[in-house]
């Protein structure tokens, strides 16, 4: 009886992400074999007849010429939809101009809202799949966007519509997440209270019936929304069955990753404030830590997440680009996984589960991020000697060969 294979992948050594005792779960001497876009079985190739019965079977050989494979790695936390880009504000900041004068100036968060609420469908299209594309090129084939940058019904649905039609220009799986709770809008000028109300009963229930999001976040900070209205927006998302995500802890220690984490929430991000002994409750709860180094190397920010003691609880840490066009315009993964490992001090094996399998945990995706047998077969080949030098080097690599859902791309 023929043993079914749409697509045979071997000659690799496998940095599978499988947590097996063997640095970046490495397998060696083992093919995959694919079919219907999944890992149906990694064989072992020193059983050279079963081998050799799959390779007669196979609809497609791929050779990989003893590259390293990969999990297509996983942006767990983005904003790459948006209109216009702050590189004046940039140049404004360098020159001496503080983020209050700025935004007096209608720049900052409600200057990207300005310009976000004018673009049409096509313009935030069009820019979109272009910062899509760069991370694409690095192997990202699981891409989280938020919206945020509309803070109206209108234009958070646009951007979320989006995020979503990226999917049909780029061999990506988008995962969407309603940040509507980002910043408060001119029309309420000192009533953040009114613009939660609005938020939940308003926006949220459109989401919800659109299905346009597979989360909702909140930038529950000193300058964003306290504990109060934080948790007035996660009660209605577990109303509405839609998990939480939660942007805290990055300037003060408001304890919103224990309110978050008290919420089931998929991942607690930016967390530079977070205590030593609020981590026990991430740990409980299974909540992903999701480290975004750009946006402290952006900020030039001197105090870092507690990445010891997140170790010491055994708390999965993902690491993201936070691509954004104010505090973190970092198109690029590699360059996220390199900060991660010299600002943040893990390792490369730490950083590069953080791009796999800790980031697809973070978007509560248990099918990709890991090689592995039933997991999508999202993968990349690399020229490299070690997986250790995608972490190493800086703008020094680009996969050979990207694989979505087992299909070379």
């Given at each position: 009886m023929a043993i079914q294979c749409d697509t045979l992948v071997h000659n690799v050594r496998i940095a599978s992400m499988q947590v097996s005792g063997e640095p970046y779960g490495a397998l060696y001497n083992k093919a995959l074999v694919i079919n219907d876009g999944v890992i149906t079985a990694?064989?072992?190739?020193?059983?050279?007849?079963?081998f050799e019965t799959l390779k007669a079977n196979a609809a497609s050989v791929v050779d990989g010429n003893n590259q390293w494979l990969l999990?297509?790695?996983?942006?767990?936390?983005?904003?790459?939809?948006?209109?216009?880009?702050?590189?004046?504000?940039?140049?404004?900041?360098?020159?001496?101009?503080?983020?209050?004068?700025?935004?007096?100036?209608g720049g900052g968060i409600k200057g990207t809202v300005a310009k976000t609420r004018t673009a049409n469908h096509a313009t935030l299209l069009e820019?979109?799949?272009?910062?899509?594309?760069?991370?694409?090129?690095?192997?990202?084939?699981?891409?989280?966007?938020?919206?945020g940058y509309g803070l109206d019904v209108d234009t958070e649905i646009?951007?979320?519509?989006?995020?979503?039609?990226?999917?049909?220009?780029?061999?990506?799986?988008?995962?969407?997440?309603?940040?509507?709770?980002?910043?408060?809008?001119?029309?309420?000028?000192?009533?953040?209270?009114?613009?939660?109300?609005?938020?939940c009963n308003d926006v949220m229930p459109i989401?919800?019936?659109?299905?346009?999001?597979?989360?909702?976040?909140?930038?529950?900070?000193?300058?964003?929304?306290?504990?109060?209205?934080?948790?007035?927006v996660f009660q209605k998302a577990h109303e509405l069955g839609l998990p939480i995500k939660a942007h805290v802890e990055q300037l003060s220690d408001s304890k919103g990753a224990v309110l978050a984490s008290r919420y089931q929430a998929l991942s607690v991000d930016h967390i530079e404030?977070?205590?030593?002994?609020?981590?026990?409750?991430?740990?409980?709860n299974g909540t992903v830590a999701v480290l975004l180094p750009g946006a402290f190397y952006y900020l030039s920010e001197v105090q870092k997440p507690p990445v010891n003691a997140l170790r010491a609880h055994n708390v999965p840490m993902a690491v993201a680009t936070d691509f954004n066009p104010g505090s973190s315009p970092l198109a690029s993964i590699l360059t996220a996984i390199n900060m991660?490992?010299?600002?943040?001090?893990?390792?490369?094996?730490?950083?590069?589960?953080?791009?796999?399998?800790?980031?697809?945990?973070?978007?509560?995706?248990?099918?990709?991020?890991?090689?592995?047998?039933?997991?999508v077969a999202d993968f990349t080949l690399w020229d490299i000697d070690t997986p250790a030098e995608l972490a190493y080097c800086i703008n020094g690599h680009r996969p050979t060969a990207i694989f979505k859902g087992g299909k070379h791309v």
């Open positions: 990694i064989a072992d190739l020193t059983d050279t007849d079963t999990p297509g790695f996983v942006d767990c936390h983005t904003h790459l939809v948006y209109g216009g880009n702050r590189a004046q504000e940039f140049e404004q900041r360098l020159q001496g101009a503080t983020y209050l004068e700025i935004a007096e100036r820019s979109a799949i272009k910062r899509a594309k760069r991370l694409c090129e690095e192997g990202v084939t699981t891409l989280e966007v938020k919206s646009r951007m979320l519509t989006v995020a979503k039609q990226l999917e049909q220009h780029l061999p990506l799986t988008v995962s969407t997440t309603y940040l509507g709770a980002h910043a408060l809008p001119n029309e309420f000028d000192n009533d953040a209270d009114a613009y939660i109300d609005f938020i989401v919800a019936e659109k299905q346009l999001a597979n989360a909702v976040d909140v930038f529950c900070e000193t300058i964003g929304f306290n504990t109060q209205q934080t948790e007035k404030y977070l205590a030593d002994s609020d981590i026990v409750h991430l740990a409980q991660a490992c010299v600002q943040f001090q893990l390792t490369p094996e730490e950083a590069l589960r953080g791009a796999t399998i800790h980031g697809a945990a973070a978007l509560g995706l248990h099918d990709r991020g890991v090689i592995d047998v039933e997991r």
